[in-house]
């Protein structure tokens, strides 16, 4: 099962993010694919805010990972730069720290990634619209997609 949107502005996919948010648990894990200024930055920004992260979040490009206070723990991680060299990163601790993680690149981690979460592809499709491949694996995910969509 996968579910495609079109998002015609930064505000279309701060919304969807916000969405998403309302239908949060914990060891919920979304995995962002995409090409570079696809939005998954931008989509993560929108899910804080909605959980009520006060920080600014900025993109964790050198630091892989950085963590926030909201409703619940954000983790924001952003992989590229490890190239698939996960080993003693120690990022499959944060599946379970009872937070929100959200991965940008995550399919260059894609042996490490849990069975169940929620993935979404980015597409550039203009200056302002994005589509939005949303593709959830396991149950609970199935579920949070049927409440949302
Ligand atoms: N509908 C839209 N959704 C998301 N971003 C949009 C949209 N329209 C324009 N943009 C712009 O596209 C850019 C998305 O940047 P963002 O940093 O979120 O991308 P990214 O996928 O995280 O890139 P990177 O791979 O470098 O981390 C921003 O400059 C944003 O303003
Ligand atoms: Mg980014």
């Not at 804080?48 to 979040?57: P, R, S």
């Not at 630091?63 to 409703?71: H, N, P, Q, R, S």
């Not at 619940?72 to 080993?87: A, F, K, S």
Request: charge should be negative.
């Amino acid at each position: 099962m996968e579910y495609k949107f079109t998002m015609r502005s930064e505000m279309d996919t701060i919304e969807f993010a916000q969405n998403l948010e309302s239908e949060k648990f914990p060891n919920m894990v979304i995995c962002l694919n995409g090409e570079l200024g696809s939005g998954k930055t931008l989509f993560t920004k929108g899910f804080a805010n909605a959980l009520g992260v006060d920080e600014t979040v900025t993109s964790p490009t050198f630091t892989i990972i950085k963590e926030y206070a909201g409703e619940l723990p954000l983790y924001h991680m952003d992989v590229y730069r490890l190239d698939g060299n996960v080993d003693g990163v120690g990022i499959e601790d944060y599946y379970h720290k009872g937070g929100v993680v959200i991965i940008e690149w995550a399919n260059t981690i894609k042996d490490i990634l849990p069975e169940h979460r929620l993935d979404i592809k980015f597409k550039i499709a203009g200056e302002n619209s994005r589509i939005l491949i949303v593709t959830p694996h396991g149950a609970e995910y199935e579920e949070l997609c049927e409440a949302v969509f």
